[in-house]
C-alpha cells in the first residue's frame, strides 16, 4: 500500500519558522516529482511548492517564493518544505503529493498519490 506521511506542522507565531516531511512508503518515487500544497478553510487547493526527481528543478507558488524552501532526500524517499517567515494567511492544511510523470506539474490533477495533510496554524 502507496502512502505518504506528512510530519512536521504546528502552531507558531508570526515571523517564526517550520520544518515539514512526508515520507513516502509502499513504492519508491526517486525517480518523480513532489510537491507540497495547502488548503485553508473555504478555499481551494493552493500550489505551494514542487521539486523534480532528480532535486534540479523546483518550482515555487508566488505567495511563498522566497520564505519556503522545497528539497528531497531520495534515499530515504523523503521530501521537506521549510517554511520561513510564517504569516497568518500560510495558515492552512498542508498536503504532500506525488506525480508519475516526467513533467514538473503545479496542478494538483496532475498528481496522483496524496498524504493526509499536517495543520499549520501561524498566530498573530
Known amino acids: 500500500q502507496v502512502q505518504l506521511v506528512e510530519s512536521g506542522g504546528g502552531l507558531v507565531q508570526a515571523g517564526g519558522s517550520l520544518r515539514l516531511s512526508c515520507a513516502a512508503s509502499?513504492?519508491?518515487?526517486?525517480?518523480?516529482?513532489m510537491g507540497w500544497f495547502r488548503q485553508a478553510p473555504g478555499k481551494q487547493r493552493e500550489f505551494v511548492a514542487t521539486?523534480?526527481?532528480?532535486?534540479?528543478?523546483?518550482s515555487y507558488g508566488g505567495s511563498v517564493k522566497g520564505r519556503f524552501t522545497i528539497s528531497r532526500d531520495t534515499a530515504k524517499d523523503t521530501v521537506y518544505l521549510q517554511l520561513n517567515s510564517l504569516r497568518p494567511e500560510d495558515t492552512a492544511v498542508y498536503y504532500c503529493?506525488?506525480?508519475?510523470?516526467?513533467?514538473?506539474?503545479?496542478?494538483?490533477?496532475?498528481?496522483?498519490?496524496w498524504g493526509q495533510g499536517t495543520q499549520v496554524t501561524v498566530s498573530s
Open positions: 521539486i523534480s526527481g532528480n532535486a534540479r528543478s523546483t
Open positions: 509502499g513504492r519508491t518515487f526517486s525517480r518523480y516529482p
Open positions: 503529493a506525488a506525480a508519475i510523470t516526467s513533467q514538473l506539474p503545479l496542478s494538483p490533477g496532475s498528481y496522483n498519490y
